[in-house]
């Protein structure tokens, strides 16, 4: 007959094991375009992100967007406080993408540089991105917390007019200079709910760094980036389903143009 004392040691450990939450899982997204870098304007000029992991994405059953603006900053320091342009990235989760998966749209930087003026040699603009679970209120109940993941990146752009003011010939890249390893951007953290297992707890870690490497930004994606991007923009588009590249194969991913209010969000972040 088994001791009383062991018994409640197997039923204790039984319990101990039930109660263990899993391990977390994690999202990466990672900026292929633009780069901390100096541009020509054009008119199509590409946004584009990464999402790596996107099966955790899915099990939540959320509906997941990635918000974008692109607000001026004068001399590279003080905020404009307009946007310049803004759009939405939604990332389906009706797939079976497993891996990774690049989120295309596109902006005519060439029409808000003439409409603003902007040749300033030191001037330099900020995309803002917000990585959003946007019917967790419905979803989940309670207060609504659907904002994962936020960050931004400081870039430039400028005309031949001010190229050629400036002398900066052979110093601007083209949106077809796309590296072939992304930029790290966040780490976002899903922990388990075990109240509601489809609404896990999320939180964006800092001071971590991802793997964006583990994207490949290979001729073939740029090529397929930058015919998104360019039919985006043509004159017949509206909201425009595009196809997503993906390291683990090929999805759908819709890009929306919104306007989003002008708001600052990310004045303080120093990059």
Known sequence: MRHPFWAAAALALAVSAQQTPTTAQHVEIDIVFPRNETYRDTDVFPIVMAVQNISTIRETKGDYQIFWDIMPYSDGLI??????????????????????????????????????????????????????????????????????????????????????????????????????????????????NATNPECPTQKQLEGVQGNPCAV???????????????????????????TSTSSAGVGPARTVQTALAAACVLCGLAL
Request: with cysteine; hydrophobic share 35%.
């Open 216 to 242: 490949k930004v290979d001729q073939a994606a740029i090529t397929s980036i930058l015919s998104q991007a360019s039919s985006l923009l043509a004159p017949t588009s509206t909201a425009t389903s595009s």
């Open 79 to 192: 905020p404009g406080g307009i946007l310049y342009d803004s759009g939405t990235l939604q990332i389906l989760t009706n797939n079976t993408i497993t891996g990774s998966t690049f989120l295309v749209a596109a902006t005519n930087a060439t029409k808000w540089l003439r409409e603003n003026r902007s040749t300033g040699r030191f001037d330099r603009f900020m995309l803002q991105w917000y990585f959003e679970d946007s019917d967790r209120e419905e979803r989940c109940g309670g207060p609504r917390n659907g904002n994962a993941g936020r960050g931004g990146l400081m870039f430039n752009i400028q005309t031949a007019y001010a190229e050629d003011l400036y002398g900066l010939e052979g110093m601007l890249l083209d949106v077809d200079d796309i590296p072939e390893c992304p930029q790290f951007a966040a780490l976002v953290e899903s922990g388990q």
